[in-house]
């Protein structure tokens, strides 16, 4: 796991405190059995403790009867955790459970203590100013996915709202992470505290390794509250897939930690699943802190002035408004700007939360006026009315079938994309067995191909694969990718030339 640190900073640029949800607070590796892990998380000072039975707690630091800090000296006995200045022990759930010099506990000699769940590898706690019965939080599904590799960076100056609010922001991808052409799908679908997300869009190979490559990727995000999403990737036009799984946490009411998980699908072809994974983690983390600086220094607005192709941020922070108590929500924060009819309609729910009024009357105005906003709002398109974007990449040259590995090797120079090797200098071999199959291998620089047979004393890439397969490959009876995702053909060298491959020489 690695961690990068961040210098703290206090401002007020944000209308609205920590939300209510579940939140991160710990990778499961960061919690030991033998001492309390000490923490700070919505402007409290906590603790994590596991119990002999190793189930995580998290409670306020600060014991309450004289204030010493059970992070600094506190032991975990059984399943309770022991104050280091007068021995009180304390329940997971804050009760006292034994006073060692009193046979009597005090009625309010309790903790606070945070509902806690560790599961798919992280510890969560749920936070709610108000103390609202938690919401399921379903597991992930582990099967068919590496361990995942882990990274968190803490401090950073901004809110969980504003880091998610990206999912829908189709229009900063192309300027901060230089993709082109994302748009979504289809409208957001809400359901409770859950969003789903659906978008694609066209990026750059550079960061995987593949200069001069475009690649057709295709996002589903499904949001589960404001403390996690999870997000799959799919890289459609190389037959690769992705799952990042990000956690934004209240540090206080300006200042988050993001802790980020990235799995890649697994193949059966071990080394081909180990460079596969290196290289997205290493890209995840390189594209996702472009958007640091631009959290960090910018202001929250409560009336931003959108322009058509920004994306449904108005459908984002309406949806937004349930994990805020009615004290944190500044009334105008969440204003609508699709809908003409909602101009109106957001300055009186505005104006009602001003009125001067007992607060079941104000509610019954303001339940009015969402009821009216309903029915007003434009119905939004269904899902199977996304038009299909176009899938840009390079486009092939004609191909034709081949009954051998011979016919394949004498038409490679035809099926040579020279559009696709810019910036390409390197060695692509294949090593094809069995009784009709060769070793030959494309040596291409300058946008132009050598084809020889044989071998190469250091080829850059080399596919292994059976010759009735790979025939079968070309001539579209079989999935390439599948192939090589079931071990029925390997890969040696580089991956990311690997995928190139694919894009210079298409079956």
């Known amino acids: 796991m690695t961690t990068m640190e961040r210098a703290p900073a206090i401002d007020t640029r944000f209308p609205f405190g920590p939300p209510r949800g579940w939140f991160a607070v710990a990778f499961s ?21 596991r119990g002999e039975s190793g189930r995580a707690f998290v409670t306020d630091a600060y014991c309450p009867h004289l204030g010493a800090h059970l992070g600094h000296g506190g032991t975990i006995v059984g399943e309770t955790i022991r104050c280091p200045f007068h021995g009180w022990r304390f329940e997971g759930d804050g009760r006292c459970a034994a006073i060692p010099y009193s046979d009597r506990v005090p009625p309010k000699a309790k903790l606070g203590a945070l509902p806690t769940l560790e599961q798919d590898g992280v510890i969560h706690v749920f936070h709610d100013p108000e103390g609202d019965t938690p919401w399921p939080l379903p597991a992930l599904d582990a099967e068919g996915w590496t361990p995942g590799r882990s990274i968190v960076w803490r401090g950073l100056a901004t809110h969980p709202q504003e880091v998610f609010e990206n999912t829908v922001d189709t229009a900063h991808i192309g300027p901060v992470h230089d993709g082109r052409g994302a748009r979504l799908l289809s409208a957001p679908r ?42 799959h990737t799919h890289v459609r036009n190389v037959g690769v897939r992705a799952r990042q799984r990000i956690y934004a946490t209240p540090v206080d009411a300006h200042t988050i930690d993001i802790r980020a998980v990235v799995h890649v699908r697994v193949s059966e072809d071990a080394a081909f699943t180990r460079e596969l994974d290196e290289i997205f983690y290493t890209a995840y983390v390189e594209d996702f802190a472009k958007d640091f600086p631009i959290w960090e220094n910018k202001r929250y607005l409560v009336r931003p002035g959108l322009a058509k192709g920004d994306g449904p941020i108005g459908v984002y922070r309406r949806w937004c408004e349930q994990f805020y108590t009615t004290a944190q929500l500044d009334p105008t924060a ?13 300055a009186l729910r505005a104006s009602a939360q001003r009125m001067n009024v007992v607060a079941p009357v104000r509610e019954r105005v303001l ?6 906003r309903t029915r007003v709002r434009a119905p939004e398109p269904a899902r199977d009315d996304a038009a299909s974007v176009p899938t840009a990449a390079i486009t092939a040259p004609s191909t034709r079938r081949v009954s051998s590995v011979d016919e394949y090797v004498e038409t490679l120079g035809e099926r040579f994309v020279p559009a696709a090797a810019r910036g390409v200098d390197a060695v692509f071999q294949w090593e094809l067995a069995g009784a009709q199959g060769a070793v030959f291998h494309a040596h291409v620089s300058d946008g132009r191909v050598l084809v020889r047979r044989g071998a190469h004393e250091q080829p850059t890439v080399a596919l292994v694969m059976e010759a009735d397969d790979y025939v079968r490959v070309v001539n579209g009876e079989l999935d390439g990718t599948w192939a090589f995702t079931h071990g029925r053909g390997k890969v ?8 190139k491959m694919r894009a210079l020489f298409p079956a």
């Open 29 to 49: 590796e960061e919690l030991g059995s033998g001492a309390p892990l000490r923490l700070r998380y919505f402007g409290r000072e906590l603790v994590a403790f």
């Open 190 to 231: 809400r359901d409770g505290e859950r969003m789903e997300v659906e978008l694609e869009f066209q990026a750059p190979g550079d960061v995987v390794g593949m200069p001069e490559q475009i690649n057709d990727v295709h996002l589903h995000v499904s949001l589960r509250g404001l403390g996690h999403v999870v997000v």
């Open 334 to 346: 969440q204003l609508d700007p699709t809908a003409a009819a909602d101009v109106p309609l957001s």
């Open 367 to 372: 339940a009015l006026i969402d009821a009216v």
């Open 492 to 499: 040696r060298g580089s991956l990311s030339a690997a995928m």
